[in-house]
């Protein structure tokens, strides 16, 4: 019995370790798993793949994240955009600044001092960067032979490479595909891009631009038009117009300049007693005697330039006008012109079916001396029709000075004739049998100075001839019929 016994105990021991061999726990099912799959060569080539991008994408992570580090640490942006004035310097001092590079010579506007450079330097400098995306700018001129078309190259749209003052500047000049809707011209940017120990540059390179451009237009009158809401660059400059090819009656034009001149120098007068600073002027007369061509001298004179806007015009409002006033460029003489537009009936439509401008007496007077008028502002009023203004116009604040250019006086065509013939008539032999003809004609006071001035012109150098066709001017006398006189008005046609 016992036998049996233990032999009993042992089989059964036997069969459960039979059993546990043959069931196994949790822990070699997972070891023979993971055996399994480590065994299989597609699963380690696949894992051994997958761990590579995962670590490539973590390091190209974490490149991203440090380059974009080192770039806020260690560079510095500067972007400009083309609705700033400066862009088109920038483009046209990145070409001169490349082209006296080349040329081994330095930019006038910039003038360093020159030093002792090592050899090192020396041969760094030899290898300055060049551009290699241009654009063509042509400039052709009115009149004049053919041959004498300008052409200029600017640097182009991409990335350009320029080394100033031994500091390297990455150009990324772009252009978007929206398109500014007042004029047509696509959105462009233009971003500067240094190391940030070098931040100083840019406003070296801006104060040379700036310069360059003044120099570029040094002796020009700058000519601006309304375009939408904002003053547009009309045309080319102007070649200043001396202040001397202008004759008013004497004292007149010296009175106006004075005043002018005293205004601008008064500032600082006008902020401290908590005045509007800004002063008005009203030129009327007859058509070509000379208000347009005054003002433009005066601009001149002064150093200023020009925004000219015509009251009459198609789809001006006196919300448009206010506006325009409030954004008159930096040293700008603003030109109003038909003034007496605004005083018109404008509720009868013309042959055309236009019934005339949209501008108002209410608009004018508003946009000149109101509450959201501009300050810091000269600006002129021309109308050949005086008659039609309101006595509300002609007040000080809106309108200062009144001055009425009338017909040409003894005077101006004595004027007139010197500039013309004082070196052929020296002796002024011809000056004195002209005059006296003018004086049997009765022209002084009857004809105007543009009248007399394209006599001459068509005679350039012949007085004989100036004499003998002044009789035809007399077929073109112009009385001063309707002549209204204004308070504090001065009539250089007396």
């Given at each position: 019995?016992?036998?049996?016994?233990?032999s009993?105990s042992?089989?059964g021991r036997?069969?459960v370790a039979?059993?546990?061999?043959?069931e196994?726990g949790?822990?070699?099912g997972?070891?023979?798993?993971?055996?399994?799959?480590?065994?299989?060569?597609?699963?380690?080539?696949?894992?051994?793949l997958?761990?590579?991008?995962a670590?490539?994408?973590?390091?190209?992570?974490?490149?991203?994240?440090?380059?974009a580090l080192?770039?806020r640490?260690m560079?510095?942006?500067?972007e400009i955009?083309?609705?700033?004035e400066a862009?088109?310097?920038?483009l046209h001092w990145m070409?001169a600044?490349h082209?006296?590079?080349?040329a081994g010579?330095?930019?006038?506007t910039?003038p360093?001092p020159?030093t002792?450079r090592g050899i090192?330097?020396s041969?760094?400098?030899?290898?300055n960067?060049?551009?290699?995306h241009l654009?063509?700018r042509?400039?052709?001129?009115?009149?004049?032979p053919?041959?004498?078309t300008?052409?200029?190259?600017?640097?182009?749209?991409g990335q350009?490479i320029?080394?100033y003052?031994?500091?390297?500047?990455?150009?990324?000049?772009?252009?978007?595909?929206a398109?500014d809707m007042?004029n047509?011209?696509p959105?462009e940017?233009?971003?500067?891009?240094?190391?940030y120990?070098?931040r100083?540059?840019?406003?070296e390179?801006?104060?040379?631009?700036?310069?360059l451009a003044?120099?570029?237009?040094?002796?020009?009158?700058?000519?601006?038009?309304?375009?939408?809401p904002d003053?547009?660059?009309?045309?080319?400059p102007?070649r200043?117009?001396p202040?001397?090819s202008?004759v008013l009656e004497?004292?007149?034009?010296?009175?106006i300049?004075?005043?002018?001149?005293a205004f601008?120098?008064?500032?600082t007068w006008?902020l401290?007693?908590g005045?509007p600073?800004r002063r008005?002027y009203?030129?009327?007369g007859?058509?070509?005697?000379g208000?347009?061509?005054?003002i433009?001298?005066?601009a001149?004179?002064?150093?200023?330039?020009?925004?000219?806007?015509?009251v009459s015009?198609r789809?001006l409002?006196?919300d448009?006008?206010n506006h325009l006033?409030?954004?008159?460029?930096p040293?700008?003489?603003?030109?109003?012109?038909?003034?007496?537009?605004?005083?018109?009936?404008?509720?009868?439509?013309?042959?055309?079916?236009?019934?005339?401008?949209t501008?108002?007496?209410?608009g004018?007077l508003n946009?000149?001396?109101?509450?959201a008028?501009?300050?810091?502002r000269?600006?002129?009023?021309?109308?050949?029709?005086v008659?039609?203004?309101?006595?509300?116009?002609?007040?000080p604040?809106?309108?200062?000075m009144?001055?009425r250019?009338?017909?040409?006086t003894?005077?101006?065509i004595?004027q007139?004739?010197?500039?013309?013939?004082a070196?052929?008539?020296?002796?002024?032999?011809?000056?004195?049998?002209?005059?006296a003809?003018?004086?049997?004609?009765?022209?002084?006071?009857?004809?105007s100075?543009?009248a007399m001035?394209?006599?001459?012109?068509?005679?350039?150098?012949d007085?004989e001839g100036a004499?003998h066709?002044v009789?035809?001017?007399?077929a073109?006398?112009?009385?001063?019929?309707?002549?209204v006189?204004l308070?504090?008005h001065?009539?250089?046609?007396?």
């Amino acid at each position: 019995m016992a036998s049996n016994t233990s032999s009993s105990s042992q089989h059964g021991r036997n069969g459960v370790a039979k059993h546990l061999h043959v069931e196994g726990g949790p822990g070699d099912g997972i070891a023979s798993y993971f055996s399994h799959l480590t065994g299989n060569p597609f699963f380690t080539a696949g894992f051994s793949l997958a761990a590579l991008a995962a670590a490539a994408r973590i390091g190209q992570k974490g490149i991203q994240h440090g380059a974009a580090l080192l770039r806020r640490r260690m560079l510095v942006d500067l972007e400009i955009t083309r609705h700033d004035e400066a862009y088109p310097w920038l483009l046209h001092w990145m070409t001169a600044f490349h082209r006296a590079q080349l040329a081994g010579t330095q930019l006038s506007t910039a003038p360093k001092p020159t030093t002792k450079r090592g050899i090192i330097a020396s041969v760094i400098e030899r290898f300055n960067p060049r551009l290699h995306h241009l654009q063509v700018r042509t400039v052709q001129p009115k009149t004049g032979p053919a041959h004498a078309t300008h052409f200029s190259l600017v640097p182009g749209h991409g990335q350009h490479i320029i080394r100033y003052d031994g500091a390297l500047i990455l150009v990324n000049r772009q252009r978007e595909k929206a398109f500014d809707m007042v004029n047509g011209v696509p959105f462009e940017t233009i971003t500067l891009t240094t190391l940030y120990a070098h931040r100083n540059i840019f406003e070296e390179i801006f104060a040379e631009a700036h310069q360059l451009a003044r120099q570029m237009e040094e002796g020009k009158t700058v000519i601006y038009n309304s375009m939408g809401p904002d003053w547009q660059q009309f045309g080319e400059p102007k070649r200043k117009r001396p202040l001397d090819s202008v004759v008013l009656e004497r004292g007149v034009k010296e009175r106006i300049v004075e005043d002018v001149q005293a205004f601008i120098a008064a500032r600082t007068w006008y902020l401290d007693r908590g005045i509007p600073y800004r002063r008005g002027y009203l030129l009327y007369g007859p058509p070509g005697t000379g208000k347009s061509s005054f003002i433009q001298a005066l601009a001149g004179h002064l150093d200023f330039n020009i925004a000219i806007l015509n009251v009459s015009e198609r789809g001006l409002t006196d919300d448009r006008l206010n506006h325009l006033l409030t954004k008159v460029p930096p040293r700008t003489v603003v030109l109003l012109e038909d003034a007496d537009a605004a005083f018109l009936n404008r509720r009868k439509p013309g042959a055309d079916g236009y019934s005339g401008a949209t501008v108002t007496f209410s608009g004018l007077l508003n946009a000149l001396d109101g509450v959201a008028s501009a300050e810091e502002r000269i600006i002129f009023l021309t109308t050949n029709h005086v008659e039609r203004l309101d006595e509300a116009l002609i007040r000080p604040g809106r309108v200062d000075m009144t001055v009425r250019l009338g017909e040409a006086t003894e005077y101006q065509i004595e004027q007139l004739w010197d500039r013309f013939y004082a070196d052929v008539d020296v002796g002024g032999e011809a000056k004195q049998r002209f005059m006296a003809k003018v004086k049997e004609l009765r022209l002084a006071n009857a004809v105007s100075t543009a009248a007399m001035q394209g006599l001459f012109l068509y005679n350039k150098d012949d007085v004989e001839g100036a004499i003998h066709m002044v009789e035809g001017l007399t077929a073109g006398h112009r009385h001063r019929e309707g002549h209204v006189e204004l308070p504090g008005h001065v009539d250089a046609g007396r």
